[in-house]
């Protein structure tokens, strides 16, 4: 089904990281023993990609050295020539490196002052500690020098190698590990509190007893696929995408078309912000950018076959950079199949006796998971028959645990979700980047909001209501947040292409209820985080303007975020037109989500609006399943 070729937008291969490494270490020495952070592909301008696939391949690898707080080089690897070679500024630094997590683990474990504290609670072996490194930046310990790069560091004890050490918490005690000095530098404790005794196992191993098993639903394609898949090239029902592991966005979309009728250009995960809402030592600081921080696409999950996925799957490949300059293939990165739906359309004539009509939906799934410390994140794009796409993220793993003490814990911050157990209130919120292109022209945004009609001559029963739009202009009214009483949404729209009733294609961003950032805007996740103050931004097109959060937000106080991007105030009305979206979910944790959490899900839908002329699925054939059985066979 895949045919080699070279388009400029394919996925990097092995062989590709390997020469970029080679040529970076042959032109510069130092990297022998630099720590490398990621690589990715230095997407080609898309003006220029358009009509001419003929381009060479770029790539910006990213990492730590000696001598700095981080380096970015761009390399020809089409010419095996470095492009340019630049230091990153010490206010905001790559993601973490492999290499210094694991450090991190290793110079707490060797803390003298760090054993004492575990020897205080009766934890002298050593290798039953699970030690889990935390981002510094926002609330930067004292001790470490300003431009240090840093994590913080807490722990947990397991009974066995086999046991979930999440269970046991070593309740405040916290390392603040010195990633350019390579020390801890302050080990911060609160005082002994009782390390959990009970097994939170979720292993199938680790459980009493199982429920028998459910009865097999089976997925089969007797026919074949419905898609087809051109290297990262996917085909089906008259979709057209591409589809690549980005080392920080993780799965990202290209050139997204239907019936040869441009849509986007990209979307991607520009940034994410997990803050944590509890006044517990342990947690009140935390406020990870799991994306700029560690990767989404660094930290993607091989799938497996039949649990991740379920039907007649295609797989694509990914491969990363590792720390030491080796390469490393995600086997199973991007998992590609096709779902039943449900009804797509359905109606049963009643002036007609028997006259009934239903066509079922399918949809094509393109999906990959992420694992960032305690939690598993799903990212997950459907494209639909009608036209519409959805970008739908699942939420699963481990929540984050503190030993509950009385004393510590406080009633509507921290839930107790097990006898010795309390997990804190906290957020996650994505923010996606969306590169429109619809019909494949300027788009404009508009936004509408349906509000009640007074009380009058024309409306004396007050039933009558009507749907208000504006057209945002500028990026300053751009920044939108949701508000359901209106049922406000927002419509990208192509100005200069009409429908055959005479308005212009469209298509509709439409939300669920979605939460916003609910830390202070002047607190440090505030700052950081400033991209989750609002639903959605616009901007127009500027290639280096891709992050949310800033380019690199390891450190950092919030430089070069959508705050900054957007305080120049650039005209938007008609544009090669940028969209932000921000969504997510405020998680009140129950004892459900222990010992692993069910998944709870978030995202947006962005449906055609005047983009077609009728209803798009009418011309498909009824498709009654033969191989469907019911109870009166």
Known sequence: MSKNSNHPLNILSASEISDAVSVLRKCNKDHENSSFSYISLSEP???????????????????????????????????KELLTEEKISSKAGPTYTLAEIFGAIELTMGDENYQKALEKRGIKDLSLVQIDPWP???FVNKNIKNGNRALRAISFLKDSDQDNAYARPIQGLIAHVDLTEKKVVEIEDHGVVKVPEASA????????????????IAITQPEGVGFSVQ????????????????????????????????????????????????????????????????????????????????????????HKLAFDGSVETIENAICIHEEDYGVQWKHNDATQMGYNEVRRSRRLVVSSFATIGNYDYGIFWYLYLDGTIQLEIKLTGVVGISAYHEDIHKSGQDFKISPELASPIHQHLFNVRIDWDLDDGENQLFETNVEPLPINNTNPEGTQFQAVSSH??????????????????????????????????????????????????NSPPGKRAAFAKYNIWATPFQNEERCGGGRHTVMHSGEGGLEEITAQDRNISECDLVTWLTFGVTHLPRPEDWPVMPVEYCGFHLIPVGFFDQNPTINLPPSCSSKSKSNKQ
């Open 45 to 79: 301008d898309k003006k220029l990609l358009k009509g001419n696939t003929n381009l060479d391949r770029i790539v910006k690898i990213v990492g730590v050295d000696k001598k700095s707080n981080g380096f970015e080089a761009e390399i020809n690897i089409s010419k």
């Open 136 to 138: 510094g930046g926002g």
């Open 201 to 216: 196992r979720y292993d199938k191993d680790g459980q009493e007893t199982l429920r028998e098993n459910p009865k097999e």
């Open 231 to 318: 290297d990262n090239l996917i085909s089906w029902e008259g979709w057209k995408l591409r589809a690549s592991i980005d080392p920080i966005e993780g799965l990202a979309l290209h050139q997204v078309s239907l019936n040869d009728r441009p849509i986007f250009y990209r979307a991607g995960l520009s940034d994410m912000v997990v803050p944590y809402g509890s006044s517990d030592p342990m947690h009140w600081w935390k406020a990870v950018h799991d994306g700029t921080e560690y990767g989404f696409g660094t930290m993607t999950n091989s799938l497996t076959l039949g649990c991740d996925c379920l039907g007649e799957i295609y797989y694509l490949d990914a």
């Open 472 to 521: 945002l202009k500028k990026e300053s009214q751009a920044q939108r947040n949701i508000a359901p009483e209106k049922s406000r949404t927002w419509k990208v729209v192509n100005p200069n292409k009409l429908n055959k009733v005479g308005s212009p294609t469209a298509y509709k961003i439409l939300y669920g209820n979605t939460p916003t950032l609910l830390s202070n805007p």
